[in-house]
């Protein structure tokens, strides 16, 4: 029998629900608690696996190839546990699940309705994650007052009274805006927003009070008195330099042991594994410059998992790692001058990529550390078939279709296939790496599972050529077909992957290939 925890949030998105879940459940975890999360999005897309990175971030991919939202990556990194499809439900999924079984005569003539037809498949779906756990943490996508969040909040509210009051709990995630001209804190947004959330039958236990500056006493006191929850449970949650701090300071305030007790869990005092990494992100003595280049760099959420990799490389390195955001769309060769390393991320599309090009070119001109991820990788064989075999219409038949040398290419198989994602690699594939190679050494055994999201692989018709001008394969599909790895003969540190390394890394433990990375770029200081 599992306990729940429903996370909810008021007043404006992008208050860091994702976060703020993930650290409580990693504070459970270290209770000796087993604990799930799920993320309820109230979006109409399947998932979102077709949208720009602009309009959600980074897509996060997980074991069994679903493609979901990035504070799915959040969860990953912050508790011992894989997430999988049904950790990510969107409003897109439990529409198309209902309609789908009313048009095969599931109902049984009954007219179709959000209640209870749509609410009891939230319902379904959220007790798809309780088996095995002790605590299922669930966040509530979107913002109350929301038309799209309505039949997630009921579907928990019911939730709430079936399963009895004293197995679920309501976290509250609201914003306290700090008035600058006033100098003072205002808690009317946060009033309104529980008032909201009150009207449609949920009253907060626990409210997560986000705000640039911490929440004085005499303000938690006061929301205390106006939303009906104790002072102890209103809990400041000001911004943070670093996401792996917000685990310490709820600790700090005893939200940990608030949910255990409400539970009837015995609390047990242990010291939080959060402060070691803290202590290295914010105090290690050295510093290394990665300058991450691509198209997507506005908004710094479509690279969310490859930061917070580099991040887990400085980590295991003892080192501080400072990120450089260049836009391939408008790149220019002085801003590689003063970086240690390079990174090429994945990506879609032909937009920026004649500046990913130059990027490399550089990387590989200059010896220094480069690494290149999935399009990155696909990116590297452009330019080592331009650059160096001087097959200077090289390119990948996803920018141009007609081009005489594809040394990217769609495999046969896949060519006609027009439903989008039914020509994606997704998910966890395996990889044998050739002894003898960089990267054989770097992950100490010779077979690897790997995630992948790309539809493009490296045309084999090139690969003879490749080799002998001091390309090496050094990972393939385990029947040979397939290039996962390369890396250059010549170069200290020149590596590209087809999968995405980012996704299976977390603090502590970190990926093989960031920390190897990090390191290069140490030693080429």
């Not at 008021?10 to 608690?33: R, T, Y």
């Not at 808690?187 to 309104?192: D, I, M, R």
């Not at 670093?242 to 047990?268: A, C, M, N, S």
């Not at 290394?288 to 969310?304: I, P």
């Amino acid at each position: 029998m599992a306990y729940y925890i429903f996370v909810t949030g008021g007043v404006l998105s992008s208050l860091g629900k994702g976060v703020a879940s993930a650290s409580l459940a990693s504070l459970l975890e270290e209770q000796g608690l087993k604990v799930n999360i799920q993320k309820l999005d109230p979006y109409l897309n399947v998932d979102p696996g077709t949208m720009s990175p602009y309009q959600h971030g980074e897509v996060y991919v997980t074991e069994d190839g679903a493609e979901t939202d990035l504070d799915l990556g959040h969860y990953e990194r912050f508790i011992n546990r894989n997430m999988a499809k049904k950790n990510n439900v969107t409003a897109g999924r439990v529409y198309y699940n209902v309609i789908r079984r009313e048009r095969e005569g599931g109902y049984l003539g009954a007219t179709v309705q959000v209640i209870p037809h749509i609410t009891d498949e939230i319902k379904r779906l959220i007790r798809e994650v309780e088996d095995g756990c002790d605590v299922v943490l669930v966040e509530v996508g979107g913002t109350v007052g929301d038309i799209e969040s309505l039949p997630f909040l009921e579907a928990v509210r019911q939730l709430s009274m079936e399963f009895g009051r004293e197995r679920v709990l309501f976290v509250h995630t609201t914003y306290v805006p700090f008035v600058k001209t006033a100098g003072e804190l205002k808690t009317k947004p946060t009033q309104h927003s529980v008032k909201e959330l009150r009207a449609i039958g949920i009253q907060p236990d626990v409210i997560l009070c986000r705000s640039e500056v911490e929440i004085p006493e005499g303000i938690k006191e006061k929301i205390a008195l106006f939303t009906s929850v104790k002072k102890s449970a209103v809990i400041s949650a000001p911004d943070a330099e670093f996401i792996y701090e917000v685990p310490l300071h709820f600790k700090e305030q005893k939200l940990d042991r608030l949910v255990v007790q409400r539970f009837g869990f015995e609390y047990k005092e242990v010291e939080s594994k959060w402060k070691g990494i803290v202590h290295v992100l914010k105090s290690a003595p050295r510093e290394v410059r990665v300058a991450l280049v691509g198209k997507y760099v506005s908004l710094k959420d479509s690279y969310k998992s490859v930061t917070e990799a580099l991040l887990h490389g400085g980590i295991a390195n003892g080192v501080r790692v400072k990120i450089e955001w260049i836009n391939s769309e408008h790149y220019r060769e002085s801003a590689l001058d003063e970086v240690n390393g390079i990174l090429v991320p994945g990506g879609f599309g032909e937009r920026g990529v004649e500046g990913k090009l130059r990027a490399l070119t550089y990387g590989r001109e200059r010896k220094k550390p480069t690494f290149g991820i999935c399009l990155g990788m696909q990116l590297m064989c452009v330019e080592f078939a331009r650059e160096v075999l001087c097959l200077k219409e090289a390119n990948s038949t996803e920018f141009d279709p007609n081009t005489p040398h594809p040394v990217i290419d769609i495999m046969e198989e896949q060519k006609g296939i027009r439903e989008l994602g039914g020509t994606m690699r997704l998910g966890s594939y395996p990889c044998r790496l050739v002894p003898g190679t960089k990267v054989r050494e770097i992950y100490g055994q010779e077979l690897i599972q790997e995630r992948h999201r790309h539809r493009y692989e490296f045309n084999n018709r090139y690969r003879e050529s490749f080799e002998r001008f001091g390309m090496v394969f050094s990972g393939l599909s385990p029947e040979g077909s397939l290039v996962e790895v390369l890396e250059l003969r010549e170069h200290p540190w020149y590596i590209g992957c087809q999968f995405h390394p980012e996704f299976r890394s977390k603090p502590f433990q970190p990926h093989p290939l960031f920390v190897s990375f990090i390191s290069a770029c140490l030693e080429g200081q």
